[in-house]
C-alpha cells in the first residue's frame, strides 16, 4: 500500500515539475504585461520537438537544448512584438483571444516543420529504474525534477540579482512609475516572454524521453501550465511553483486510485474549485504584490 502511495507522489511529482516550469512562465508574462499568455505550451512543444529533431540529426544533446531553448526565445519575442505589444490597449479578453490564436498558428507552423509524427528523445542517463523503498523511478525522472529545481533556484537569483529581474519585477508592481525612472518597459515584456520561452523548452527537452514529443503535446501542459499559475496566485512566482507539484500530484493520485480516463480533468476541477472558492489562489495577494 505505501509503495503504491509512493509509486504515484513519485509520478506526481514528475509531471507537476514540469506543470510548475509552464505556471512560473505564465506568472513571468502576466507581471510583465498583465498579458496570459496561452501560447505558453507552445514553448514547451518546440522545445521537445526541436531536441528530438536535433539529436536524431546526430546533434550532441546539450547542443540541441540550447538550440531548442533559443529557437523557443526567438518565437516567444516574436509573439510579444507582432501580436502582444500591437494590442497594447486591447482588452483583457482581446488579448486571451490573441495569445490563442498565436498558439494554434504556432502548432500549425510546427506540424509544417516536423509533421505530425511523434518524434523520440532517448533517455539522458539510461532506462534501468531506480529502485525507491518499494517504488520505482525512472532516472529521466530524477533529471526532469532536477533540472526544474535548478531553473527555479537560478529565476529566484535572477529577479533578486539582476537589473533585468528587478527591472521586470519594477515593471509588475507599478508600470507607470517603472517608465518614469527610466526602465524601457517595451524591452522588459520582450524579456519576459524571452525568460518564459526558455523555461518551457528546456522543460519540453527533459520531458520528452518521457512522453515523447509532437506537435500538440504543448495544450495540455500549458493549460494544466495555467492551472498551476491561477492555483498558486496569477501572477506570483513560487506559488505557480507549489501549484504545479499539487496539481501534478492530484493527478497522479486520481489517476491511480479513480481511473486514468480522468486524470486531465483533475486540472479543469482544480481550477473551477479554485476560481469558485479561491479567486485570488493560494498565495495571491490582493492585488498588487507579486514576485
Request: aromatic fraction near 8%.
Amino acid at each position: 500500500m505505501f509503495a503504491e502511495l509512493l509509486q504515484y507522489l513519485l509520478s506526481g511529482l514528475t509531471i507537476g515539475a514540469i506543470y510548475a516550469l509552464a505556471g512560473l512562465g505564465f506568472s513571468i508574462i502576466y507581471n510583465a504585461s498583465h498579458v496570459i499568455n496561452f501560447a505558453q505550451g507552445e514553448f514547451i512543444m518546440i522545445g521537445g520537438m526541436a531536441s528530438a529533431t536535433l539529436t536524431a540529426s546526430g546533434v550532441p544533446l546539450p547542443l540541441a537544448i540550447l538550440i531548442g531553448c533559443g529557437g523557443a526565445m526567438l518565437v516567444g519575442v516574436l509573439v510579444a512584438k507582432f501580436a502582444v505589444e500591437r494590442a497594447r490597449n486591447a482588452s483583457t479578453v482581446t488579448l486571451i483571444i490573441i495569445t490563442i490564436g498565436a498558439s494554434i498558428f504556432l502548432r500549425g507552423v510546427a506540424e509544417l516543420v516536423w509533421g505530425k509524427d511523434f518524434k523520440r528523445l532517448d533517455a539522458f542517463s539510461g532506462e534501468t529504474p531506480i529502485q525507491i523503498l518499494g517504488a520505482s523511478m525512472q532516472p529521466q525522472s530524477l533529471w526532469v525534477v532536477g533540472t526544474a529545481a535548478v531553473l527555479i533556484v537560478a529565476i529566484g537569483l535572477f529577479f533578486s540579482r539582476t537589473l533585468t529581474g528587478k527591472a521586470i519585477l519594477a515593471t509588475s508592481h507599478n508600470r507607470l512609475a517603472a517608465q518614469l525612472v527610466g526602465i524601457d518597459v517595451k524591452r522588459v515584456v520582450l524579456a519576459s516572454f524571452a525568460l518564459s520561452a526558455a523555461l518551457g523548452a528546456v522543460g519540453g527537452a527533459v520531458v520528452a524521453p518521457i512522453t515523447f514529443s509532437y506537435t500538440e503535446m504543448g495544450i495540455m501542459l500549458g493549460l494544466k501550465g495555467f492551472t498551476a499559475a491561477v492555483l498558486g496566485g496569477l501572477g506570483h512566482g513560487p506559488g505557480a511553483v507549489a501549484g504545479g507539484l499539487i496539481v501534478g500530484v492530484a493527478e497522479a493520485l486520481g489517476a491511480g486510485y479513480i481511473s486514468s480516463a480522468y486524470k486531465d480533468a483533475v486540472a479543469f476541477v482544480i481550477i473551477l474549485a479554485v476560481l469558485l472558492f479561491m479567486p485570488n489562489g493560494l498565495f495571491g495577494k490582493r492585488g498588487t504584490e507579486r514576485v
